[in-house]
């Protein structure tokens, strides 16, 4: 039985290999194994539908989510 069924393999961090801002975005795609293209179009999206809070999400993620060694 493996008892390590929900280990997390990546730790969700920026990438600052392939970030444009600050990461966060390219660290998000990269944890859920998504195409980075992808998930900065969906942030450009949410930010035009909600640009305050897509905004303060971002900026708080940039400053919690810690930097990729």
């Known amino acids: 039985?493996?008892?390590n069924k929900y280990r997390v393999e990546r730790p969700?961090?920026?990438d600052l290999v392939h970030k444009k801002i600050s990461g966060v975005c390219a660290g998000?795609?990269?944890h859920f194994d998504?195409?980075?293209l992808g998930v900065r179009a969906a942030v450009v999206v949410f930010?035009?539908?909600m640009p305050v809070a897509s905004v303060v999400a971002y900026v708080?993620?940039?400053f919690l989510m810690?930097?990729?060694h």
């Open 12 to 14: 969700l961090s920026k």
């Open 47 to 49: 930010g035009f539908m």
């Open 66 to 68: 810690p930097n990729r």
């Open 60 to 62: 708080v993620a940039a």
């Open 28 to 30: 998000l795609a990269r």
């Open 34 to 36: 998504l195409p980075r």
């Open 1 to 3: 039985m493996n008892t």
